[in-house]
Each structure stands twice: as C-alpha cells, then as structure tokens.
C-alpha cells in the first residue's frame, strides 16, 4: 500500500489498465500552479486494454495521434476532441501495449465536482501541451498521488461504449458522468471487491 499523498511511481503504472484504473478511484490528480498546488481526488476513471479492445484508439494500431499510449506507462495521452475538448489519459502496462486509463471526474478539496474528462482537463488547464509527459517526474508540474485506502469502488460499462464489460470504475455512491453526483448506481453496475 502506497501512503496517502505519496507521487505514484513508474511500478504502480506498469500493471493491467484495470488493475490501475481501479486502484487510482480516490488518488488526486495534482496540478502545481502559480497559486500554489491544484488538486481533484478522482471519482471517475476508465480502463482501454489496447489494440484488442475496440473502444481504445490504438484499436487500429499506432497513428501520429494514439503514438504515445505506446510508451511508457505512467506518461500522459492527451487528445483534442470535437475543435474544442482536452482528455486525459495515463498510459498503463508494459510499453508497447497501448493500454491507458481515461481520467473521467474529480472532486475538488471544496466537495465540488468536476464530472466529465473535459471537464476535468480544464479544471487543471490540462491541453496538448501535456501530451506525453511524464507524470512520474519530480519535474513535471502535473502528478498523481495516491488517496485514502480502503473507498468502496464500483465498476459499469464504459461510457458511450457499447461493450458491456465493467471497465468503469468509480467511487460508490457518487456516479458523475452523464447522471450528476449522487445518483443512485443503475442494475447493470456492480461493487467491485
């Protein structure tokens, strides 16, 4: 177990997305700013398996585009999406694999949340400019840290993913995406254990 507010390292990445997504329910995404440090305890992620999972964009195989879920694992994939929306990813597994985890709600120190990745991304002014950094660097000024042990994780399907399978996790009880907090989980989402 990895202490509350300890930088996540280049091992904790170096798993399953699955593995990673779900253990990083509860971390804080960090962002130091000229105002001091910003930060979201993340409520909300998704897992992509890579080139056998249709949903992932290195579906295809490697693009100019999805070039860097390729690399390390704990580097960040940012993409632009509709002329106007940054998401964050963080690259998971073996390099090579293209597996990352989407980074989907977070909640402020306050209690408010930010639901949804572009959301998310403009809550820490997260753009291209961090495509490919690496989040395990003391240098970097964006980060993960690891959160309370022991929060309830639920999973469901992905988000406008037509696979059923529970590649969604988030924290129990505060369901963002597309339903507001606080929404009660729906039959089809399950706890994870």
Same mark, same amino acid.
């Given at each position: 177990?990895?202490?509350?507010?300890?930088?996540?390292?280049?091992?904790?990445?170096?798993?399953?997305s699955p593995e990673v997504a779900r253990e990083l329910v509860g971390c804080w995404?960090?962002?130091?700013?000229?105002?001091?440090?910003?930060?979201?305890?993340?409520?909300?992620?998704?897992?992509?398996?890579?080139?056998?999972?249709?949903?992932?964009?290195?579906?295809?195989?490697?693009?100019?585009?999805?070039?860097?879920?390729?690399?390390?694992?704990?580097?960040?994939?940012?993409?632009?999406?509709?002329?106007?929306?940054?998401?964050l990813n963080v690259v998971t597994g073996p390099a090579g694999e293209a597996q990352?985890?989407?980074?989907?709600?977070?909640?402020?120190?306050?209690?408010?949340? @930010?639901?949804? $990745? *572009?959301? !998310?991304?403009?809550? /820490?002014?997260? #753009? =291209?400019?961090?495509? %490919?950094?690496?989040?395990?660097?003391?240098?970097t000024d964006l980060w993960l840290e690891a959160g309370a042990a022991g929060q309830?994780?639920?999973?469901?399907?992905?988000?406008? @993913?037509?696979? $059923? *399978?529970? !590649?969604?996790?988030? /924290?129990?009880? #505060? =369901?963002?995406?597309? %339903?507001?907090?606080?929404?009660?989980?729906?039959?089809?989402?399950?706890?994870?254990?």
């Amino acid at each position: 177990m990895i202490p509350v507010g300890r930088r996540l390292g280049r091992r904790f990445f170096a798993r399953s997305s699955p593995e990673v997504a779900r253990e990083l329910v509860g971390c804080w995404l960090v962002r130091r700013g000229p105002g001091g440090p910003m930060r979201l305890e993340l409520l909300e992620v998704e897992a992509y398996l890579g080139e056998s999972d249709p949903a992932s964009h290195a579906h295809r195989g490697p693009t100019p585009r999805n070039l860097p879920m390729y690399g390390p694992a704990g580097h960040a994939y940012v993409y632009f999406i509709y002329g106007m929306h940054h998401c964050l990813n963080v690259v998971t597994g073996p390099a090579g694999e293209a597996q990352a985890v989407l980074l989907r709600a977070g909640r402020r120190p306050s209690g408010e949340v @930010v639901g949804g $990745p *572009a959301l !998310l991304c403009r809550a /820490l002014g997260v #753009t =291209l400019a961090e495509n %490919r950094l690496d989040l395990c660097s003391r240098s970097t000024d964006l980060w993960l840290e690891a959160g309370a042990a022991g929060q309830p994780v639920a999973s469901g399907p992905r988000i406008g @993913v037509r696979d $059923p *399978a529970h !590649l969604r996790y988030y /924290l129990a009880g #505060t =369901l963002t995406a597309k %339903r507001g907090a606080g929404t009660k989980a729906r039959s089809h989402e399950s706890p994870v254990l």
